[in-house]
């Protein structure tokens, strides 16, 4: 048995210490429940009244430890951030799925604000009725079923979190219910409306007019974006997000041209779809303006099973954004060589090392993807890596630009 301090006291055989903090008065009890240490303040500066204290409050946890009560409790929302932190996890490390997102944004902007301050096993099912309530307040209608089920399986996982971490018996956990009305679906084009659609897209696209050429860029993604879905039935976002060439499938039979979309992936199971011909024109068109790969023949990078995206919005965006980058580097360099803001003011030098920080981390960066920028015949890999550069670096510089504004210089 370890030896205690001359300054601690005992009481129930030693199974229960009493102590004093440095900067507090009153005695702490500390002892032992299962394989826990529980401390907590008796409240009590006479010894003599703390030891009683403290022989109620070991009577009490042990009471609580003999019926499946939880022994310590926290407020919802430092387990909500234990959830929140660990979803963000999954997602930064590439296994989270895509609806954790939802779960996220459900603790941050309803859970949080309404349970925050409760104790996590006291959440009772008045309070729920409370907070279905206030959540309509908030949203300003009634929310639909998949809302409300996005928002229960996250309150879910906060309470199984509680309950992981010992803070929340699993009896206590309140069953959610789910009240609210079916989702409508959402409005779709007629046959007039698509066949109206697709004649008037190529003129739209190629519209000599637009200024500047990421809106043109923009608009034959567009064009052919549409072409694709419609006629592979594929969904947008995530489905098309994922999708590579390595999945594109073209083989001829009987004198046909057939196309397929192997293993496609997004809120179903994954699938092959077989597509109507419409959609290879589109590929095609796609596959002439993605520099890496515009060198070589179709039907040959396609045998190559690359891993490169088969909608790839940056290989028609990055050179304007790398362009938008070295110029707004340009302005804060020279911002910080002449010492003054627009404003006249002088920036402090804790202000001035915080953006040169930044400029620092980034100029590198934006060489590598010059480099890579003028290259011709660019691999996947390399693709990815001046996607990454530029959109990281621009991402920064214009952190150091907000920083900038708002210390006013």
């Known amino acids: 048995m370890a030896k205690l301090s001359p300054t601690t006291e005992t009481v129930l055989d030693g199974d229960v210490r009493l102590t004093r903090r440095g900067g507090s008065s009153a005695w702490q009890a500390a002892f032992k429940i299962g394989d826990r ?24 946890y042990k009471f609580k430890d003999k019926h499946d009560l939880p022994i310590v409790t926290k407020r919802f929302d430092a387990v909500a951030a234990l959830v929140v932190a660990d979803l963000r996890k999954q997602l930064e490390a590439g296994v989270g799925k895509k609806v954790f997102k939802d779960y996220i944004t459900a603790i941050e902007t309803y859970l ?9 096993n006291n959440v009772s099912f008045t309070e729920l009725k409370e907070f279905a309530v206030w959540r309509a307040t908030k949203m300003k209608r009634e929310p639909k079923a998949s809302t409300i089920t996005t928002h229960n399986t996250a ?18 956990i309140p069953i959610l219910v789910n009240a609210g009305d079916d989702g409508e679906r959402r409005p779709d084009f007629d046959l007039d409306a ?17 200024h500047t050429q990421k809106s043109r860029d923009m608009r034959m993604l567009l064009w052919d974006y549409v072409i694709v879905l419609a006629n592979s039935g594929i969904r947008h976002g995530t489905e098309a997000e994922n999708l590579r060439w390595r999945q594109v499938h073209v083989w001829e039979e009987k004198g046909r041209v057939y196309l ?12 092959n779809t077989i597509c109507r011909p419409s959609a290879i024109a ?12 515009a060198g070589t023949d179709f039907e040959v990078m396609l045998k190559q099973r690359l891993t490169l995206g088969a909608t790839p919005l940056y290989a028609v965006t990055v050179e304007e954004d790398l362009q938008e980058a070295v110029s707004l580097m340009g ?19 804790e202000d001035m090392a915080a953006v040169r920080l930044i400029l620092v981390q980034v100029d590198q960066d934006l060489r590598m993807a010059d480099l890579l920028v003028h290259k011709k015949g660019r691999t996947p890999q390399e693709e990815l890596l001046l ?10 510089l214009k952190v150091a630009e907000a920083y900038r504004v708002e210390h006013g210089y």
Request: aromatic content about 8%.
């Open 37 to 60: 240490w529980v401390r907590v303040t008796t409240r009590c500066r006479q010894l003599t009244e703390a030891k009683a204290a403290a022989k109620d409050l070991y009577l009490e």
């Open 112 to 120: 949080i604000p309404f349970f925050g301050t409760k104790h996590v």
């Open 155 to 172: 309150l879910n996982r906060v309470f199984e979190e509680a309950v992981n971490r010992g803070y929340m018996s699993k009896s206590k």
């Open 194 to 210: 698509y066949r109206s659609l697709v004649r008037k897209l190529p003129n739209w696209a190629k519209d000599d007019t637009v």
């Open 260 to 271: 397929e979309l192997q293993g496609v992936k997004g809120k179903t199971r994954v699938h």
């Open 282 to 293: 589109a590929l095609r068109r796609i596959h002439a303006r993605t520099h890496s790969i």
């Open 331 to 349: 302005e804060l360099q020279a911002c910080l060589a002449g010492g003054l803001g627009s404003a006249g003011i002088t920036p402090s030098p």
């Open 387 to 396: 996607n990454a550069w530029t959109q990281g670096g621009l991402a920064m």
